[in-house]
């Protein structure tokens, strides 16, 4: 009898010896990225002791770090099954769901995490961007701000903040806070931080001071999409058209067929009466995919080159795929205004009023016509 038990003891060091090299080679493999040695590992241990809180745990690390994320899933909740509470198990669990865009379910699981290590900054800050996600401004500032009660110079909070701000179009306070985090770091700025700030300036119109920011960027990176958008929007804004296609040029060098730019550049050669680059540049979005702007940007041609028939038609079929788009009744409006008919481009802008939609360039037309 003594023998048997001596046995089944030596069997169970064996085993539990077993596991713990196991265990210690699966995780050394998920440190190095190697994440199907470590599941091999982990599934080992897991024939010897099926709810084995480590083996769980690596077994949601490794699918999650693959990126699959419903796997990575069964197994955190599997571990919580037999170890509720396990604070990796929640960690791991709530970033899934995060990954899945499930934010609700990510901060209830992150808020239960939270129960047992309510001072983990990793985790706070998470749910800090969890509730910018979901937009619930003020639960997201709060913990923000708990953050930085706690360190003050967080980089993860001050930048939530930052885009917090900036989400809410708070243009003002988001500088505030990707400024004081250039202040912290002036020798090796984040590329993203100055394009936000770029970004910002932007908003507020207030060009010349994006210019600069979207121009440090570009030291940094000379391709970034970020940059080149931002400086050739800041010199549109200037009226800068000339500068704003040098920009618009570069990102279509590296993305031929990016419409939202080919249709930017061309307004840039209609602004600058270059009508044959401008039709180019439309046709050239219009060849990728329908686009409302592209269409409207030749109908606009068309008006200025006295195709009057030719630009109304296309501008009441752009009506019908977008009837509360003011831009559009504004442009027919002034297409009948072109070709002396003030009756019909008074009943365009009235069609437009009777949807219950108020736009200033539509009233002041409308003003012009009644006096």
Known sequence: MNNGM????????????????????GYQFLKENRTTGAIACFNQILEIDESNNYALVGMGDAYRKQGSFRNAVSYYQRCLTHHPGNNYALFGLADCYKALNKFHTAIEIWEQYLLYDDKNITVLTRVADAYRKVRDYKRSKEVYLRVMQMEERNPYAIIGLGHLHYDFKEYREALTYWEKMLTYNKESADIRVLTSIGNCHRKLKTFKGGIEYFEKALKKEPYNFYALFGLADCYRGMGQQERSLEYWNRILEQDPRNRMILTRAADAYRTLDQPEKAADYY?????????????????????????????????????????????????????????????????VLEDFQRQGVRNNAVNEMMEKLRS
């Open 283 to 347: 046709q050239r979005a219009l060849n990728i995919e329908f686009d409302i702007y592209a269409v409207l940007g030749l109908a606009i041609l068309a008006k200025t080159q006295g195709k009057h028939k030719e630009a109304v038609e296309s501008l009441k079929r752009l009506i019908q795929q977008d009837p509360k788009n003011h831009r559009l009744y504004f442009e027919l409006a002034d297409c009948y205004l072109k070709n002396n008919d003030k009756r019909k481009a008074m009943e």
């Open 6 to 25: 001596t046995k089944t003891g030596e069997n169970e060091e064996h085993q539990q010896s077993d596991i713990s090299n196991l265990s210690k080679r």
